[in-house]
């Protein structure tokens, strides 16, 4: 036999003796891996010193350990990366952790905390997302409550319709809803995108958050949401005793599908239709009928209406149908349910929601970069029906009577 396979030969049952060793060395001393493990944690909760001295005195680990000055400074390095301030009880905590203001991708993503005071704020958004508020148009604006923790009041969230999507691309933690947190919060984020200039925006029916809106954008055309207008109305029915009637009486639900249709009648049609409603309903819609007028129609001071709470150019949808938009924030609350699923808890402490919101915007900049890679939107659920109230309100019946009743018939399916 040659040399060369002598040589050959030792190498492969060399190499083969040391796989051998390690597979016993693992399985010899899993019991004192565990030890290993045990030992680690309990000196990174006292000092690097100490994990040195407990992993050098297990000889299969001495001969694996960097120097001693090496390992407390890798040490302290992980503790100070890895410690979190203590878990906020009030609004007033004093700083955030650095690791909250960025994204997964170390992207810049808490963009402002105003501090320590009972109005505190704190405002999110990515490069990214800054970039869509400067080039969208159309905008949608909403709350959400059940994640918030519990210093903290509501997440005021703006979507942006982009590239036939509509995308999250600002949060803000908020302490309360006046009318002047609202004013800080819009100076405060026309601040930091000064480009930001919707043109059309659709929210809820909340005046404090329509003023600051109009406010600042005294041209933009804003809208109120149909689904919140239609939830208003149920919650109306729900304080007064009328909700069996609407869940059990088809003729019942038909008339009130019929007051929510004046939203489909062209704007100067409104009146009309909501006379016809008041002569052509009895006295069991009644205290509906005032409660419509109050808020929605203006009551009747002699020759002249008062100027109502939400102005029906507010909640009228007839442009917005012609022109195929959004009638509803349908997905926001669809995005405000998928956040609820994601945290899987209600009011979470401060640290928790801000590591789910980090996740979710991750989230957010997938769906971004498919739909810049021309991913199409889902086909909406309703698309017949849309069709049919395009349809309606775009070839509308010659009678403003018979217009409510189809359209109320459409509202009911």
Known sequence: MSDDIIVRLLSIIIQANRIIISIQLIVGTFENLMNILIFTRRALRNNPCSLYFLASSID????????????????RRWRQETRTEPIPLDINFPVIPDKYYRTTRDTLFLRKDTGPDSNRMLIF??????????NATDFFIDGTFKVVPEIFFQLFVIHALYRDHIFPVLFVLLSGKSGKIYTKMMNDIMQL???WSPQRLMMDFEKAAMNMITARFPRVELSGCFFHLSQSVQRFLQNNGLKQNYETDLTFADNIHQILALSFLEPNEVINGFNHLCTYLDDEYQIVLDYIEDNYIGRLRGRSRRVATFPIHFWNMTERVKNNMHRTNNNIEAWHRKLNCAFQCTHPNLWTFMDKLIKEENNIHSD??????????RKQKNESLNKRLHN??????????????????LLSM
């Open 193 to 195: 995108i000064p480009a």
């Open 125 to 134: 958004f990515t490069d990214e997302q800054r970039d869509i508020m400067e």
């Open 368 to 377: 971004i970069i498919n739909a810049m890679a021309g991913r199409q939107p």
């Open 60 to 75: 299969e680990v001495r001969v694996q350990l960097p120097p001693n000055d090496n390992l407390k400074r890798n040490v």
């Open 392 to 409: 309606l309100v775009q070839n509308p019946h010659p009678n403003v009577q018979d217009q409510l009743k189809h359209v109320g018939r």
